[in-house]
């Protein structure tokens, strides 16, 4: 299926506006058999891959190329083209200079359940194609058939939009997405000390190594809360006026602080998350993260009634607060 | 020793914290445990000063401001309420006691209000006992 998937992208790409001056898309990466983000010129569009393994998300890097001049075509999934959006609602893209090729996405590939499912070593996998339910992985003439379900990444079960809303060109047939917090339901039937310990117990692990900030694509503040150095400190600087910066975080490493962390990080992505999962995907420590950002979006969804495909931010939103 | 809560209260300039001066001239008695801390508007109230205050040992927050419609600002309750949900829910969510943070609606002639809240909120959280779940521990 995906290299038929890869055929029809790069057959778009040959077909791009003459003004398109950069392509993001996946590459693949040496040795293994995952895809990679890259900014590739409209003549090296060979070098294109794709597979359900291409999990990454191209937002960031398109806000970042907008400095330059010229159009840029994106390869966007469903969660790709919501945070494409939610950056374009900001004011960090703008839409006109933008060539999205849509993918309608069945899901993509959970690389850790991946890693664990496969029998092959990973410099030796050829391919990964996704056909039907299952998953086939190619490798030394040989192959393995791992059922989709079993290493599909867990917040692609809940997509509310799988098929892009904007798009230039889309490829494959839209598929049809529903909202689902029935995992957070569930979570929320336990009493109130099981979940606290649940939560103490996930962020006690935490490290505070900050990569599902720095890999959001929703996080682009240039200064960030969190970041210790927000403030300049001089060797001259004396003790007091460093004593009295302003600090919302502490900076020890103990589980509630690591929660008040998290806490502060994922109400700065109300109303805005677009569940690609790359918080998750980042963390050393395999926190479950995407369940707050869910908690959030049901309360947006249900206390507030607003849905991310209103073209007012949801920040500035304000005839939507519930009675009272 | 009878439990004493330490309760912080951001007031916004123009109405709550009017209010609670009122409370004050006109002699009505609320619980000396409640510490306001005066801000502009309940709008500015960034949702990690209650995270934080709740670290550094508060056993209950309150955000005072004015009530819907009346914000010295035209829309910084609005933002203060939306922000209020938001943390409120996330700390029920992740099993903290939620019921210790509060927001109040209190205008500068509601002293008698101010004060009667107030009270009530203290007798809650003594109630409740002290706030051990987020606050900083020597480890």
Redesign the interface.
Known sequence: MNSETLEKIKEECRKLPDDVSYIVGFVKKQGEPREVLKVLKPDEIDRLSYSPLSFNNPARIVMDLMKTDGKIAVIAKGCDARALKQLEKEEKIERNRLYIIGISCPGVIDYRKFRNAVKFRLPEIESVELVGDEVIVKANGEEQRIPFSEVIFENCLYCEQPTPKDYDVLIGEPREGKLDFSDIEE??KLD????????MDVFSKCIRCHACRQVCPLCYCEEC?VDPSNLAVSPMTPAEEKAAYP????K?V?A??N??YH??R??HH?GRCAGCGECERACPMELPLLK?ER??KK??YE??NYSPDEEIPF?SK?DI??EG | MEFDPKIITFACNWCSYAGADLAGTSRLKYPDNVKIIRVMCSGMV????V??AF?QGADGVVIAGCH?GDCHYT?GN??A???Y???K???K?????DERFKLLWASASEGKLFAEEMTAFTEKIKEMGPQE?????I?
Do not use: C, H, Q
Request: glycine share 4%; aromatic share 14%; net charge positive.
């Open positions: 979570f929320e109130r000390e099981e979940r606290w310990s649940y939560w809360l600090r919302v975080l502490g020890t103990s509630s602080d929660m008040v806490l502060i994922v109400l109300a707050l908690k959030l309360v947006v206390v507030f920040l304000l607060l519930p | 960034n949702p990690g000063w995270l934080r670290r819907p829309v609005y933002y309420k939306k922000r949900i938001l943390l829910e996330l700390l969510f992740v099993g903290f006691d779940k987020l606050r900083r521990k480890e």
